[in-house]
């Protein structure tokens, strides 16, 4: 049976190896706070890291993950909503509907993982996640003010 | 190994009781199915039906309307606790369910969650609610202390009587005060002595959206439950010919395959991916209908007609448009045309019932809980008394959740596996293709100038589709459809032109191509805008004169709109020229009740659009929670500006082509502007903010580019045309 090292514990799973990491972590693990948006990697809501690198889940059969590969969703991401990005968006209360929100703050902590500081032109070019309800600018916000405090915050 | 999968198949994920108390701020079941069948109500006693005080001081208020991502759910819960005068910080919400609304004759009244109304259309119950249950609360204290309500206050959860010194707390009362008889006259407080209205206060709902643990119907998990995939016919009136059941039984997991009616079948699996890659084999041939040489070619010629048609509804008219016209030394004319629109909400339609013998359950995202409530009863075939809809947060509405298709598909599938749990989900491609469509339309616009530069005369002819005709096909007023003419008719609380123009006629032939029409966030505001909007620039031009000071002349009469076009014009500093290689453009409107104006800067940078910054300013009379108003703008900038720069939905072959964000590009991250919103409530009116502010989005960034590049976009999404 394919087995996935899943927010630090390794999980046996009994599907067929084509079946997309996403369904994956939804139906046999009751990990759902990685959405389903699209299907075709185009929308980010359900973005999970990889070996620290954000990953679009819904198009990756879990036949190209490995064991020794880390995933992370989003309720591995802190154990308490205490990673500075989640508490940046607390404080800028960022979410609107909050569908695409998982996906939004993956992708965030994974680009303060590579840029620390990372420049609006930057943000602009790495979070490419959709957000029908418009909370771009309060993600960008909330990205910069998590650059700036760090686990202070 | 293998220990923690099961875990999902013994319980509901959520946690059932923390569900059940109602207590859980992510995820409300207030009445759950054990409470409704013993006709009992939430755990601690209701003073009355918006206020539930339990002894540990929490403050439950009761939501009637839907939660989306607007801010509703805060703002109603803010109007409620400023009458009730409880702690904040001790509040926490439910949503009371559509069947008990029912039962107790409509005491929460309106569910529906649309149109802008969820605020305004209510403030008043919620406002009386909460006051009444202060009022009870008081009046239970001082029943106990044996002193005149009259002398005793309310502050923050704690009553006082100053005289004696006496104190205690709404949770000791409140057992007291539901039995109190509700009182007769309720004094409101003004909104200017507010301290928890009118706040910019963090949403309630806010913590469980950033760790995964908000439960959105999509994610929905019960013991057992099966899972179904659903494809309608994606033919405009087209049915299922047949399809191969066969095929696809040995498929991994699949129970049974369900043609649903004439044009839908469903796939019922262990899993959702099971159902959904079963019902993407399974073999089905189509029955295109009438309608399957269709294309979008043919529509526009059908809406082109239109405008030249002598037959027409008559949405505003004054003096002598056509005679003025007529004799006119210099017209004007433009045509524009505005294409179909998909909602996409980021969480795609989806549905979980339980049908049993004589009961049926749904948990639905849903913008009108009692529509979701008929639509089961309807499918099930029980009365609405033996159904209740559990209505859970939306993952996004924009007017797509207000219509119940899949609500009754949810239904007829689970009505084949009695006393389990279906969730039905549909995939994204079903989500484009099953849309009910913003409305296409086309207008054709003539307007005289005298030598002043005065505009004499407008005849404005909009051509296409009505949505009321298709949905509400009851409220029209003798063929005529009056949403039509949203923001453009001469007196009206909801949307009034801001001009005074002598001679004027707005009419409207309706052409209704085979397409369903909805509700989309903003409805035909947004088209309206552009129409008059751009214009009244070109008019501008036409006569010389710079547009602000042109629209300015018209709008003596008019001084709300006035005064917010002018805000939004002063703060981007219109009349101090703007950088080399930008360019200004404004617009007005009302609609929803609200005065909105937007002004923006913008830049072309190879052969691309930049919107630099962008400037809104809104009157909606009242202002509830600043921040979320705030946040409504930037969304409504985002939503119509995904519109107007990529939003189209092209037919061909007498389907919708496009199936996914791919070819239905929306703005991201790069594309969003920079939002200075000027909230200006004036008093006295309420009017609504989710949505008026998207109309003003496009023709305040079209005529910047206008004023940049000579060139004039009369024709949406501004894809389809170079700027190189």
């Keep these: 049976m394919p087995r996935l090292n899943v927010n630090g514990q390794v999980r046996e799973v009994d599907v067929d190896p084509d079946t997309p990491l996403l369904w994956v972590l939804r139906e046999q693990l009751a990990l759902t706070g990685t959405k389903f948006g699209c299907g075709i990697a185009m929308c980010g809501a359900c973005t999970v890291h990889i070996d620290g690198v954000p990953t679009r889940s819904c198009g990756l059969p879990i036949s190209a993950v490995e064991e020794a590969q880390k995933i992370v969703t989003i309720e591995g991401l802190s154990p308490d909503g205490s990673h500075p990005v989640q508490k940046a968006w607390l404080a800028l209360d960022v979410p609107q509907c909050g569908y695409c929100q998982s996906g939004m703050i993956m992708a965030a902590a994974s680009l303060l993982e590579q840029n620390p500081k990372p420049t609006d032109e930057i943000i602009n070019q790495e979070i490419t996640n959709i957000c029908r309800c418009g909370t771009y600018n309060k993600v960008r916000a909330a990205i910069h003010m998590a650059a700036e405090r760090g686990n202070a915050g | ?724």
Excluded at chain 2, 293 to 320: C, K, M, Y
Excluded at chain 2, 382 to 407: I, N, S, T
Excluded at chain 2, 524 to 532: C, I, K
Excluded at chain 2, 660 to 686: L, R
């Design chain 2, 1 to 724: 190994m293998n220990a923690q999968p099961q875990l999902s198949r013994r319980r509901f994920v959520v946690g059932s009781a923390a569900a059940i108390g109602g207590l859980s701020l992510g995820f409300h079941l207030p009445f759950s199915s054990e409470a409704l069948a013993q006709g009992a109500p939430a755990a601690a006693p209701e003073v009355n039906a918006w206020v539930v005080v339990k002894p540990d001081e929490t403050v439950v208020i009761r939501v009637a309307r839907s939660e989306m991502g607007q801010g509703t759910l805060t703002g109603l819960a803010q109007l409620v606790a400023e009458e009730l005068e409880c702690d904040w910080s001790r509040v926490t919400t439910e949503f009371p369910g559509p069947s008990e609304n029912l039962k107790r004759s409509r005491v929460w009244g309106n569910f529906s969650t649309g149109g802008s109304r969820g605020i305004r259309e209510s403030e008043q119950l919620v406002r009386q609610g909460g006051a009444a249950a202060r009022q009870m609360l008081i009046t239970a204290a001082a029943q106990q202390w044996q002193v005149p309500a009259a002398e005793c206050r309310a502050q923050k959860g704690v009553i006082t009587h100053a005289a004696s010194g006496r104190s205690t707390t709404f949770g000791a009362v409140a057992t007291a005060a539901a039995k109190v008889p509700p009182p007769g006259a309720i004094t409101l407080k003004d909104p200017k002595d507010w301290t928890i209205a009118g706040k910019p206060l963090p949403r309630l709902d806010t913590k469980d959206k950033l760790t995964g643990k908000q439960i959105y119907g999509a994610d929905l998990n019960f013991p057992g439950m099966l899972n179904a995939a659903v494809k309608a016919s994606p033919y405009f009136g087209g049915k299922i010919a047949s399809f191969d059941a066969d095929a696809i039984k040995d498929k991994p997991g699949v129970r049974k395959v369900v043609k649903l009616d004439d044009a839908t079948v469903a796939v019922v699996a262990d899993t959702w991916w099971h159902a959904k890659t079963a019902l993407d084999a399974l073999p089905i041939t189509w029955d295109e209908g009438p309608h399957k040489a269709l294309d979008s070619a043919a529509i526009a010629a059908t809406l082109a007609e239109g405008l030249e048609a002598q037959d027409a509804f008559v949405g505003n008219s004054a003096g002598d448009a056509k005679g003025t016209l007529a004799k006119a030394a210099k017209t004007v004319t433009a045509t524009y045309a505005y294409p179909f629109q998909n909602h996409a909400t980021m969480e795609p339609m989806n549905a979980t019932a339980l049908f049993t013998d004589g009961r049926c359950e749904v948990w639905a995202p849903t913008q009108n809980g009692e529509a979701s409530l008929a639509a089961a009863a309807e499918a099930a075939g029980l009365p609405p008394a033996q159904c209740e809809v559990h209505k859970l947060l939306l993952g996004g509405g924009f007017g797509r959740r207000g219509f119940q298709d899949y609500v009754r598909q949810a239904v007829l599938v689970a009505k084949q596996f009695p006393g389990t749990h279906v969730k039905l989900l549909w995939s994204r491609e079903e989500d484009m293709l099953q849309g009910f469509y913003h409305p296409i339309t086309q207008a054709k616009l003539t307007g005289s100038l005298d030598e002043q530069g005065n505009l004499t005369a407008l005849h404005m002819r909009i051509s296409g589709q009505s949505i009321m005709a298709f949905v509400r096909p009851e409220a029209m007023a003798g063929g005529m459809d009056p949403v039509v003419f949203q923001g453009l008719t001469p007196k009206s609380p909801e949307g009034m032109l801001g001009y005074s123009i002598p001679n004027i006629l707005i009419d409207h032939a309706m052409r209704n191509p085979p397409v369903r029409p909805g509700f989309w966030r903003g409805v035909n505001l947004n088209q309206n805008a552009v129409y008059v909007e751009c214009f009244m620039d070109e008019l501008a031009h036409a006569a010389g004169i710079e547009p602000l000071a042109f629209r300015r002349k018209l709008m003596a009469n008019h001084p709300k709109h006035l005064a917010v076009l002018n805000a939004a014009a002063e703060r981007i500093g219109w009349d101090t020229p703007p950088p080399k290689g930008v360019a200004r453009g404004c617009a007005q409107i009302m609609g929803f009740g609200s005065y909105v104006a937007a002004a923006a800067e913008v830049s072309v940078e190879n052969g691309e659009l930049k919107i630099l910054r962008i400037v809104a300013a809104t009157d909606p009379g009242h202002v509830v929670n600043p921040a979320q108003v705030e946040r409504q703008v930037e969304g409504s900038f985002s939503y119509g500006l995904s519109a107007s720069l990529y939003g189209e939905c092209t037919v061909a072959g007498g389907r919708m082509e496009q199936e996914n964000f791919d070819s239905y590009d929306v703005v991201h991250m790069h594309q969003m502007p920079k939002v200075e919103t000027i909230a200006m409530p004036s008093g006295g009116f309420w009017g609504g903010v989710g949505e008026p502010t998207i109309a003003v989005a496009a023709p305040a960034v079209l005529n910047a580019l206008f004023a940049l590049t000579g060139k004039r976009i009369r024709t949406l999404p501004l894809k389809n045309h170079s700027l190189a």
